[in-house]
Every structure is written in structure tokens, then in C-alpha cells.
């Protein structure tokens, strides 16, 4: 556990709507993360974060947006939610490991339904 | 594309056996590889890390990388029924922006009692 939480744990919500979904970490990592994951696609990069309002965008960050005004929260809206982003969200962090290297933790997801 | 190539199975095993996950990778330049556990619902779980060519063995698991082939590899050893997941290997490729994982979209492994 790298005091991940993630809140949402579930929403259905309409078409057209805004959704902002939360990753909240106690542990002050720089870095953090929102992945998608898709039956038959795997997990892709939505948007990353390197600090307080330093963000950038990953592989799917159209119709994504994120927001980092605190080290503890990384927000990711959904401006106008369409049902192509049905999914499950999660967030990580990432630090450097005793080995140097950088690993990634995951907290424990949100389920999105876009009706 | 920087892309990571798995075999989806699903690998299904007796108890007792080992099994055999298998990944390849796309970018010669990658430096650190990950294989992550997911049960159905949760979230993935890191298990391994490798960095240099070679084994790395940590209890009944082996990560096995080989740069020049890009190929990495997890051998899990007296497989249990508990082991049955799905398994996610990752890269984080030369120069890669925020060092973001690459996924593969995972092996689904399944463990026969």
C-alpha cells in the first residue's frame, strides 16, 4: 500500500456530463499518474504530473483534463463525459527505489460508467 | 510506437508446475521492466523489477531479462491456485516522458488444483 486512495470508487453518470475523479497519496511523491484500462487495450497513459501545476499529457488525453494545485491530490475531469470513456481509472506514483530506479505503486482504481 | 507484446493466453498450469510468462518489447533503449499481478477487480501489484541482463529470483518468482533480444520473462515456480491472475508486463523506455509504463495488455494465467 503507497497510500494511494482514489475517490470515486464507482460512478455512473450520462452522457455529457462533467466528472472530476480524485487520486489522493499521503507519502509526498513528486510523481503521478492516470492510466486507463480497457478490455483489449491494456493500461494507457492519460496525463502525468512531475510536481504542484507541472502536468503533461500521455498517449489518450483527448476529452482529459488534470489538475494538481496540492502535492497530495492529482484531479482528472472529464469535461464532457462520453460513453467511449467508460473504464477503469487508476492512479499511481512513482519513487525512486532503493535500487535506484524508479517503480510505480497503483491505488485501487475507479469504475466509470458513461450511460 | 514504443509497444509491448505479450501473449494473452489463457496459460493454464497444474499446481505444482511452473509457468512461463513471456514479453517483448519494442524500444532497444529501455532500462527498467516490471511485471505487475492483477486479480479481476483489483489493481495491479508490483511483484518484479529487473534493470540488467540476467535473472533476478525473489521467492518462487524469476524475472528474466535479455536487452539484446528485448525480451523479459517471469517464471513462477510451484505455481499455486492463488497465482491465478492476470500478469502485466511494463517498460519504461529510453527518454520516456514522466517515466511512464508502457503496459503490455497482460497474460491471463490460470492454476489447476
Known amino acids: ?115 | 510506437q514504443k509497444e509491448v507484446e505479450q501473449n494473452s493466453g489463457p496459460l493454464s498450469v497444474p499446481e505444482g508446475a511452473i509457468a512461463s510468462l513471456n514479453c517483448t518489447y519494442s524500444d532497444r533503449g529501455s532500462q527498467s521492466f516490471f511485471w505487475y499481478r492483477q486479480y479481476s477487480g483489483k489493481s495491479p501489484e508490483l511483484i518484479m523489477s529487473i534493470y540488467s541482463n540476467g535473472d533476478k529470483e525473489d521467492g518462487r518468482f524469476t524475472a528474466q531479462l535479455n536487452k539484446a533480444s528485448q525480451y523479459v520473462s517471469l517464471l513462477i515456480r510451484d505455481s499455486q491456485p492463488s497465482d491465478s491472475a492476470t500478469y502485466l508486463c511494463a517498460v519504461i523506455p529510453a527518454n520516456q516522458a514522466g517515466t511512464a509504463l508502457i503496459f503490455g495488455k497482460g497474460t491471463t494465467l490460470s492454476v489447476s488444483s
Not at chain 1, 12 to 37: A, F, I, S
Not at chain 1, 93 to 103: F, M, R
Request: charged residues 20%.
Open chain 1, 1 to 115: 500500500d503507497a497510500g494511494i486512495t482514489q475517490s470515486p470508487r464507482h460512478k455512473v453518470t450520462e452522457t455529457g456530463t462533467p466528472v472530476t475523479l480524485r487520486c489522493h497519496q499521503t507519502e509526498n511523491h513528486r510523481y503521478m499518474y492516470w492510466y486507463r484500462q480497457d478490455p483489449g487495450h491494456g493500461l494507457r497513459l492519460i496525463h502525468y504530473s512531475y510536481g504542484v501545476k507541472d502536468t503533461d499529457k500521455g498517449e489518450v488525453s483527448d476529452g482529459y483534463s488534470v489538475s494538481r494545485s496540492k502535492t497530495e491530490d492529482f484531479l482528472l475531469t472529464l469535461e464532457s463525459a462520453t460513453s467511449s470513456q467508460t473504464s477503469v481509472y487508476f492512479c499511481a506514483i512513482s519513487y525512486t527505489a532503493a535500487t535506484g530506479y524508479n517503480e510505480q505503486f497503483f491505488g485501487p482504481g475507479t469504475r466509470l460508467t458513461v450511460l
